[in-house]
């Protein structure tokens, strides 16, 4: 599904996110990305949406080469990916219904099409009955979950995901977990960006670590054969 292969990202001004970085991860898996602040996390993400671009090597998406794709083909390859925030990025002065409904409206969907999507995604995620508040009036947790809705509301393939429990207490954070196991047990693909590790230990999925900008820990490589050729 993801392929890194000896990726390196050095930002403006010399400095270096990312370093020789390799490793695949299979469709149908869920993994975190782990690493002390600054580790490379973010950075690695972004480059799968292509947010950021590669200063050196390549990266695969669905047997696609990312590093190779015109500007003009992005749209079409997010349109499989849905990602996810730590700080949600939801607009205030528009329900959650319309939240949700965004990324349907920009790819031109009917609109029933839309309300029938958008209540099954708030339903995934238990806010079936907030579909008119505003962002606002909801709790930390609840916009997190109305981001989530967004973000799988086009039943993306893959699943980027920001320190989406950063903000949250351990309860939430957990909840928010479970949510991202219950998509990945029905096919989606998920990498899930946290500094949490003792929340992870308790998730039992594999983990690729990070420490500035290059893997200390990768175990995926237990997982699946091809990782090893990286």
């Known amino acids: 599904m993801i392929r890194f292969d000896n ?58 080469n990312l590093t190779n794709i015109r500007n003009r083909r992005i749209p079409q390859i997010r349109r499989h ?3 996810i925030f730590q700080n949600h990025h939801l607009l205030y002065d528009r329900r959650v219904f319309d939240n949700v409904a965004m990324p ?16 099954a995604a708030l339903d995934q995620v238990g806010l079936l009955n907030k579909e008119k508040a505003n962002p606002i009036t909801l709790s930390g947790g609840e916009q997190q979950r109305v981001g989530i809705a967004r973000a799988i ?16 207490d351990p309860d939430l954070s957990r909840e928010i977990m479970a949510l991202f196991a219950r998509f990945n047990m029905f096919g989606t693909t998920v990498l899930i960006a946290s500094h949490d590790l003792d ?11 990070l420490n500035k900008g290059t893997i200390e820990h990768n175990d995926l490589l237990t997982l699946d054969p091809l990782a090893r050729a990286v």
């Open 7 to 64: 990726i390196s990202k050095r930002y403006p001004g010399g400095f270096d996110a990312l370093s020789r970085v390799s490793f695949h991860l299979p469709r149908g898996q869920l993994a975190y990305l782990t690493g002390h602040s600054g580790a490379g996390k973010s950075t690695l993400l972004k480059l799968i949406a292509l947010i950021e671009r590669p200063t050196r090597g390549q990266i695969f998406l669905d047997g696609v």
């Open 199 to 209: 929340l992870i230990r308790q998730t039992g999925f594999p983990s690729i670590s």
């Open 81 to 83: 990916i849905g990602i």
């Open 104 to 119: 349907l409206v920009i790819q031109g969907y009917r609109h029933r099409e839309i309300n029938k999507r958008v209540r």
């Open 153 to 168: 509301v086009h039943k993306p393939t893959l699943l980027l995901a920001d320190e989406p429990t950063g903000n949250l």
